[in-house]
């Protein structure tokens, strides 16, 4: 048994999730105090940042009212916070299998422990989120969730913590932009300052531990990461926004489809805002001529 298989194996002490710890301790929020979850919702604000919808750029967009645009971009940044809490609760899962039986005085230890606290406030944080934006309870589809069970149930090692940073990474992006436009709802720019935070210190985390467990890594054991991180990446990114929220909107639920399907901005605009992510999975050896076909599939290359 390896040390990457070994889950008895203790780090070095310190370095990465001492300093996780101590910035915790430092810099935490409780989503319940900090976000304005009394004041009603301005039909005239946007969920998100308009240049990140789905249609933005398009015809149908230029054909839409202000109104529409507004509460088009509300139901997309619900359906986003919702694939989010999927996520979360399956990342917290894998984390609690894979600190099952570490050392429990260990920095590694507490570290994963209050990242796990982390994501259940923000799964709690999106969910109250969502239903200030009066959106309906979004869900992948039933073929992403019972492969969301299956990743929960049996993935692990390095190829948990990839997909963990790549959810991360993909979310952090855009809700960079979003947490600093002042057309979008203040709380829900609140809830994305909140995010990217908390957030920073679980994706320095996730970025160590694969590298960390990726040194020595037999070659078939790399591209099976690969081919398994690149699915993930794949069918997280186009479970982020539901077909639902364009009849959510009252738009023509067929043509926003096609005409998002085919919205050459938005594409550039998630392989631009990949650009860091491709950059580290080349670096860990994660970036094969396969997973590299999966990610220009998903739009992310």
């Known amino acids: 048994m390896t040390a990457i298989d070994d889950p008895t194996t203790t780090r070095r002490e310190g370095s990465i999730a001492e300093r996780l710890l101590a910035s915790s301790e430092q810099l935490s929020y409780d989503p319940i105090s900090e976000v304005d979850w009394e004041t009603p919702l301005d039909p005239a604000d946007h969920g998100a940042s308009p240049e990140w919808s789905t249609l933005y750029g398009t015809a ?51 570290w994963a422990l209050t990242e796990i606290a982390d994501e259940c406030r923000h799964s709690i944080m999106f969910a109250r989120g969502v239903a200030k934006l009066n959106a309906p309870n979004y869900l992948p589809s039933r073929l992403v969730l019972e492969l969301g069970r299956l990743c929960k149930t049996f993935m692990s090692g390095e190829a948990s913590y990839a997909a963990i940073l790549v959810a991360e990474e993909v979310l952090d992006v855009m809700q960079r932009d979003w947490m600093r436009d002042e057309r979008v709802a203040p709380f829900i720019r609140t809830i994305n300052n909140i995010h990217v935070v908390e957030e920073s210190r679980h994706m320095k985390f996730a970025r160590d531990e694969v590298i960390e467990r990726m040194a020595g890594t037999s070659t078939l054991r790399r591209h099976a990461t690969a081919l398994i991180v690149a699915a993930n990446a794949y069918f997280i990114l186009t479970s982020m926004v539901n077909d639902k929220v364009y009849e959510v909107a009252g738009l023509d639920v067929e043509r926003a489809k096609r005409e998002a399907a085919g919205n050459e901005h938005h594409k550039s605009l998630i392989r631009s805002s990949c650009r860091g992510l491709m950059e580290f999975l080349h670096t860990a050896g994660l970036l094969t001529p396969p997973a590299v076909l999966i990610y220009k599939r998903a739009n992310l290359l």
């Open 60 to 110: 149908y967009w230029e054909e839409m009212s202000e109104a529409q645009r507004a509460e088009l971009t509300r139901q997309e940044c619900a359906s986003v916070a919702s694939t989010g809490i999927w996520f979360e609760m399956i990342l917290q899962q894998l984390m609690l299998r894979d600190m099952y039986t570490r050392d429990r005085t260990s920095a590694e230890f507490q």
